[in-house]
């Protein structure tokens, strides 16, 4: 028998203690994707993974690349996102101009190219950006219930493509999903044409979609992505009086300093509303509520 000196043998050891527990742990996420069977589907926003788990129920695990709390805008992807990204058998864009896949959108890909590219927007119609500072089409297409019924048809086809054996599935769960938001749109609908004041302030102008849709008029305080200066204030001041507005609404990604301004100044309140929760007809049920109370 060949032997070694201790150092020599402690080292071997350890090498071998390595390459035992690699193998372990490459055995072990094998093992796991096979006994949870879930399509991994990769998402921007937190919105896109509630659709996606309505669809795909206990047959998908989704990640989001804009977590909770963080702006489409300005969010920047953590070596972690990547890893998970890297195990992705689909990843569904929004697919209208959100700032995030703009920058992102190509290194993205290119982390795994084998993966499917769900474009969410695919027949949607865009429509112009609110704020003048920044022209172009309004990015946020997830704040309209019908937009939405469309990302969902959307988001199913790319499940049934990555997963053709499950396309039962997935179409009864897309059917009763879209079933919901028809109830949804049709409460909004409901609620909504009998208020008197059609404008509503709101920081970021993220609901321009849902204004269309309802035809209400949006007015952002945000300029180009900024606060706005003192003299757009002043403005916004004596536009919501002209229009008897005394709630400024906020998304809780962005500041409220200047929307708490404009608030003193008209008598009014600062009212939180989310463009970016999970629950998307829970969320719109309580933007529905809220908007209602600010337009009376």
């Not at 937190?46 to 129920?57: R, S």
């Not at 995030?100 to 927007?121: G, P, Q, R, Y």
């Not at 945000?222 to 008897?244: N, S």
């Amino acid at each position: 028998m060949k032997c070694f000196p201790p150092t020599r043998l402690i080292v071997i050891l350890l090498v071998s203690l390595l390459v035992a527990l690699l193998i372990a742990a490459v055995v072990g996420c094998d093992q796991e994707a096979v006994t949870t069977g879930k399509i991994v589907v990769a998402v921007t926003l937190l919105p896109q993974a509630g659709f996606v788990e309505n669809i795909g129920g206990d047959k998908v695990e989704v990640v989001v690349m804009v977590p909770p709390g963080a702006s489409p805008h300005t969010y920047e992807v953590t070596p972690d996102q990547m890893t998970k990204l890297s195990k992705a058998k689909m990843y569904a864009k929004v697919g209208s101009p959100v700032e995030f896949e703009l920058v992102w959108m190509d290194k993205l890909i290119a982390v795994n190219n084998n993966m499917l590219v769900t474009d969410c927007s695919k027949g949607i119609g865009l429509i112009q950006s609110d704020d003048p500072d920044e022209p172009g089409m309004d990015p946020h297409i997830w704040t309209s219930v019908s937009n939405v019924g469309i990302m969902v048809k959307n988001i199913c086809e790319g499940l049934t493509q990555v997963d053709p054996a499950s396309r039962a599935f997935y179409e009864k769960n897309r059917d009763t999903y879209l079933v919901k938001l028809g109830a949804l749109d049709k409460d909004i609908r409901s609620t909504l044409d009998g208020v008197k004041n059609r404008s509503f302030i709101v920081f970021h102008p993220a609901f321009g979609y849902f204004a269309r849709d309802y035809n209400l008029k949006q007015i952002a305080v945000e300029q180009g992505g900024k606060e706005p200066d003192v003299g757009y204030i002043v403005r916004l001041i004596k536009e919501a009086k002209e229009y008897d507005i005394s709630v400024v609404f906020v998304s809780p990604q962005y500041s409220t300093k200047s929307a708490e301004v404009i608030a003193k100044e008209i008598g009014g309140k600062v009212v939180i509303i989310d463009p970016l929760a999970k629950d998307f007809i829970g969320n719109m049920s309580a933007i529905e509520s809220a908007m209602k109370q600010a337009m009376q």
